[in-house]
């Protein structure tokens, strides 16, 4: 029983920790004040922004809700294309230009002008918590640029914990233990085997879950061995 409690303990702290989340994603208001050829106009949308790893780094995607501005005369298909920057902030700083295609549909005149998803790649430069809010949106269409800044200072819609390519610190990197962490096991019994278990199986968390079931194998066939 003591055992059995032990390695149980083990595997519940690794899955704790393996659910750890990095990241945090928030839809947020966006209060947008547009220059546009025909005067200054404004629409409030909400935006959100996810990322999902991609490589070395991630792939950003920004969303709108609602639309923004309009058009005095209907912009055919293919006739929009919009772009936006993202601020950085946080570990990391500087902008990230996302762009999407154009309008696939037709948008009557007078109608506020639907974003599509804009996306792009981002490469942490350090590594930390990195926050990603709203930046500039830019529509240009017939020969005709708009730029909506937002105006009302708005939070991050996403928080990221990044680790920098061949960086350490934050995103949940690892620094203790080193190679030889096999070879100091104890084996003087099944409780001792236990603890060096769960031990060990913190250095290796970054490898997911079956990095968990590995563990819990091993542990059967060290219990298989006695």
Do not use: H
Request: proline content about 7%; charged content about 15%.
């Amino acid at each position: 029983m003591p055992y059995r409690k032990r390695t149980a303990a083990a595997l519940a702290g690794a899955a704790v920790l393996l659910a750890a989340p990095a990241a945090r994603a928030d839809v947020v208001d966006v209060d947008y004040s547009c220059k546009t050829p025909i005067g200054d106009k404004s629409a409030v949308s909400p935006i959100d922004i996810k990322g999902v790893e991609n490589g070395d780094g991630y792939k950003i995607t920004m969303s709108w809700q609602k639309g923004v501005s309009s058009s005095p005369v209907e912009l055919g298909k293919g006739a929009m294309t919009p772009s936006a920057t993202i601020e950085l902030g946080g570990a990391d700083s500087g902008t990230l230009t996302v762009t999407g295609p154009a309008n696939q549909e037709a948008i009557p005149a007078e109608t506020p002008i639907k974003i599509s998803d804009l996306s792009g790649t981002y490469t942490p430069k350090k590594s930390g918590k990195v926050t990603f809010t709203a930046g500039v949106l830019t529509i240009k269409a017939l020969g005709t640029t708009t730029t909506c800044t937002p105006a009302n200072d708005p939070g991050p819609s996403l928080t990221l914990d990044v680790t920098a390519a061949g960086g350490s610190g934050g995103g949940g990197s690892s620094t203790g233990g080193g190679g030889g962490g096999e070879e100091q096991l104890p084996q003087t019994g099944p409780e001792d085997s236990a603890i060096a278990l769960a031990t060990f199986g913190g250095t290796v968390l970054l490898v997911g879950a079956a990095g968990t079931l590995w563990l819990t194998r091993r542990g059967q066939r060290v219990r298989a061995n006695r």
